[in-house]
């Protein structure tokens, strides 16, 4: 009777051990899919999906001189976190509205999420697209200047002009942010 215990308890740990060897293989060789976005013909699809972010993007913020491409999601999207992800503030108006300001802002240290943190390398003239609504957004660099960091900031933009406005805190100052004011050129 002991022995058949034994043989039984022995089975028992031969297939569990098998199921984790088995398990653990599945896991190495076939890994779940990673985020990537697939930018053609101005058109943005999400592709793949990341274990925690399973919504679509708003948006595709693109700044060529950087190799900056970056997602950003709707105002009430969860995923919409400057500790996360590129910040759609709130109060932004869409890209289509008349006399638009879409105000975009995200770190600049040197963290897995500081999509900004070369934002003080663009010079005047330089491009930002936005691909958002399955349409693209061609913006040029017009204004450059820094606020004072307390939780508030003003924009100094033409009110008769789309813009995308991209605000960071200033790496050199840490009590100052860069404001970054694009002039839309072409849809």
């Known amino acids: 009777m002991r022995k058949r215990k034994v043989k039984t308890f022995s089975k028992f740990l031969f297939f569990l051990g098998f199921f984790f060897f088995v398990h653990h293989c599945f896991l ?3 890994p779940k899919p990673s985020s ?3 930018i053609k013909n101005n058109l943005v699809s999400y592709i793949g999906y ?3 972010e399973k919504e679509e993007p708003l948006g595709i913020l ?3 001189k950087l190799g900056l491409q970056q997602p950003f ?3 009430r ?6 500790d996360k992800h590129v910040y759609l503030v709130p109060g932004s108006t869409m890209p289509w509205e008349e006399y638009s300001n879409l105000i975009l802002a995200a770190h600049s240290g040197n963290s897995s999420v500081s999509y900004f943190r070369n934002l003080d390398q663009v010079a005047m003239k330089d491009i930002a697209t936005l691909l958002i609504s399955g349409k693209s957004y061609t913006y040029q660099l017009v204004s450059i200047y820094t606020e004072k960091k307390d939780g508030t ?3 100094h933009r033409n009110s008769r002009k789309n813009h995308l406005t991209l605000i960071t805190c200033d790496r050199k100052n ?3 942010q860069l404001v970054f004011i694009f002039e839309l050129i072409h849809i």
């Open 153 to 155: 900031i003003t924009i």
């Open 50 to 52: 990341h274990e925690k």
């Open 36 to 38: 990537f976005l697939d």
């Open 28 to 30: 190495f060789y076939f």
């Open 62 to 64: 693109e700044i060529p």
């Open 77 to 82: 999207s969860a995923f919409n976190n400057v």
């Open 174 to 176: 840490k009590d100052q």
């Open 73 to 75: 999601y709707e105002e």
